[in-house]
């Protein structure tokens, strides 16, 4: 592909993004599937720009409404050509190259794209003007909500959370140490280093494509953030016990969970999509786990819920939640989200927290845990659980750790991980257990 039909490709593919709530990596995967003819380098230079475009969408408009075109600025032409003059540098020389009506390249410029192009000329995408919302990409509604969160600290941990995660991996201990991953990495010109807090996380260098490596195939390797890793340590399962992953959608904790249980004892992983459970069938086979027993819920209501109450020893709730944790992986998700998704899913989070939590036996353990750094579906979610649910009591993270790990929440009530402070994606997860 020349560099135009890269940007004509990529503003297509953003033109798709912004008009629907698929996930970004599904559209780009969708694309390129009709498109087989468009080789490696060439998806990932596109890929790159699309997620490029995502990232820096605040501060593109910001600069596109300082210099007078904010009404006519906001198209994905109009921002594509903001990121290309103020992220990469282009001058109106090279914008007339590529926008030049060629074959499989993007239309000229109409004389509103041409004034845009004119006011950006030269500037650098950062200002000292910029708000911390514009130069960290976020929504400004959301401000008032991670400033109460982060307090002074709100524009390093947002900034933290606008620059491309590293890709992490699990170890599965039922296939080989960390040290025999490291190894079988290098054989396929991999490096990886082993991640500061989880004893099975190891840290690419650079993203690959993890299929065609034997370590993946053999079962060797997962990817995993380490957040989630440590989602599944808190949660304290060991060999013999009887275990309910509530959300398990396509199994990522429920193979951590299971390792960390040597294979022994049971694990029921419930969900209420088919689509996703299916999904945790092959990653189960490839892993060696076979102390998994998957059930689908018609809802978190699911008669099977009542029929168990009381039964297991541990419960992990990963709550279906904003997802504004991942913010690093998955750039379009602070542009999707509403006000009213917060509220939708903060009932939603209640309602399978009280519902799974009737599984737990006395004396036993329930993790409630999300991907979001919002107090509506952490801590405040935790208040009113526990307000209606006197008999539970909450864990410190710091009394329930491994004593051999180092740990990432050795203070507070709760474990909030931030790619800030930790390196991992954002994480919540509050520890909770049934009076005896
Ligand atoms: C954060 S994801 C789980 C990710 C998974 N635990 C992992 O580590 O890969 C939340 C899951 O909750 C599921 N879910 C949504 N509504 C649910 C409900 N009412 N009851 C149980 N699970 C639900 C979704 O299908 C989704 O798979």
């Known amino acids: 592909m020349t560099p135009a039909a890269r940007i004509a490709a990529a503003i297509e593919l953003v033109e798709r993004i912004e008009g629907s709530r698929t996930p970004t990596d599904a559209i780009l995967a969708d694309y390129f599937r009709e498109r087989r003819y468009i080789g490696s380098k060439d998806r990932g230079a596109v890929s790159e720009t699309v997620y490029a475009y995502l990232r820096r969408r605040g501060q593109v408009d910001w600069w596109i409404a300082r210099q007078g075109w904010g009404r006519v600025g906001t198209t994905p032409r109009a921002r594509m050509l903001g990121l290309l003059m103020l992220e990469r540098g282009a001058d109106a020389g090279e914008i007339a190259h590529l926008f030049d009506d060629g074959p499989y390249h993007p239309r000229r410029p109409n004389p509103d794209e041409q004034g845009i192009v004119q006011a950006l000329a030269g500037y650098p995408i950062g200002h000292p003007d910029q708000p911390a919302w514009v130069s960290a990409n976020y929504p400004e509604w959301l401000h008032p909500r991670l400033e109460a969160q982060f307090g002074t600290t709100v524009a390093d941990e947002m900034a933290a959370l606008d620059v491309p995660a590293p890709l992490d991996l699990r170890v599965n201990a039922l296939a080989g140490s960390r040290d025999?991953?490291?190894?079988?990495?290098?054989?396929?010109?991999?490096?990886?280093?082993?991640?500061?807090?989880?004893?099975?996380?190891?840290?690419?260098?650079?993203?690959?494509?993890?299929?065609?490596?034997?370590?993946?195939?053999?079962?060797?390797?997962?990817?995993?953030?380490?957040?989630?890793?440590?989602?599944?340590?808190?949660?304290?399962?060991?060999?013999?016990?009887?275990?309910?992953?509530?959300?398990?959608?396509?199994?990522?904790?429920?193979?951590?969970?299971?390792?960390?249980?040597?294979?022994?004892?049971q694990i029921i992983a419930c969900d209420t999509s088919a689509k996703r459970l299916d999904g945790a069938t092959l990653r189960l086979r490839r892993a060696g786990v076979h102390n998994v027993e998957r059930r689908l819920m018609e809802s978190e209501r699911d008669k099977w819920v009542?029929?168990?109450?009381?039964?297991?020893?541990?419960?992990?709730?990963?709550?279906?939640?904003?997802?504004?944790?991942?913010?690093?992986?998955?750039?379009?998700?602070?542009?999707?989200?509403?006000?009213?998704?917060?509220?939708?899913?903060?009932?939603?989070?209640?309602?399978?927290?009280?519902?799974?939590?009737?599984?737990?036996?006395?004396?036993?353990?329930?993790?409630?845990?999300?991907?979001?750094?919002?107090?509506?579906?952490?801590?405040?979610?935790?208040?009113?659980?526990?307000?209606?649910?006197?008999?539970?009591?909450?864990?410190?993270?710091?009394?329930?750790?491994?004593?051999?790990?180092?740990?990432?929440?050795?203070?507070?009530?709760?474990?909030?991980?931030?790619?800030?402070?930790?390196?991992?994606?954002?994480?919540?997860a509050a520890l909770l257990e049934r009076g005896v």
């Open 180 to 265: 025999a991953a490291i190894t079988a990495l290098a054989r396929d010109q991999i490096r990886a280093v082993p991640t500061q807090w989880s004893p099975w996380g190891l840290r690419l260098e650079k993203r690959v494509a993890l299929q065609t490596v034997a370590a993946w195939k053999a079962g060797l390797v997962e990817v995993q953030d380490e957040g989630s890793q440590l989602v599944a340590i808190l949660l304290g399962a060991r060999a013999g016990m009887r275990v309910v992953d509530f959300c398990a959608g396509a199994g990522g904790k429920t193979l951590a969970i299971a390792a960390g249980m040597e294979n022994k004892g």
């Open 306 to 428: 009542k029929r168990h109450a009381g039964a297991f020893d541990r419960v992990l709730v990963d709550a279906p939640c904003t997802g504004t944790g991942t913010w690093r992986r998955n750039p379009d998700g602070r542009w999707r989200l509403s006000e009213q998704d917060i509220v939708e899913l903060v009932d939603l989070q209640g309602r399978i927290l009280d519902s799974a939590a009737r599984l737990v036996k006395p004396g036993g353990r329930l993790v409630y845990a999300t991907c979001s750094i919002l107090a509506d579906e952490n801590e405040a979610q935790v208040d009113r659980f526990l307000a209606a649910h006197p008999g539970f009591r909450v864990v410190p993270p710091a009394d329930a750790w491994p004593a051999d790990l180092p740990n990432p929440a050795a203070e507070g009530p709760y474990m909030r991980l931030t790619p800030a402070r930790h390196g991992t994606d954002g994480f919540f």
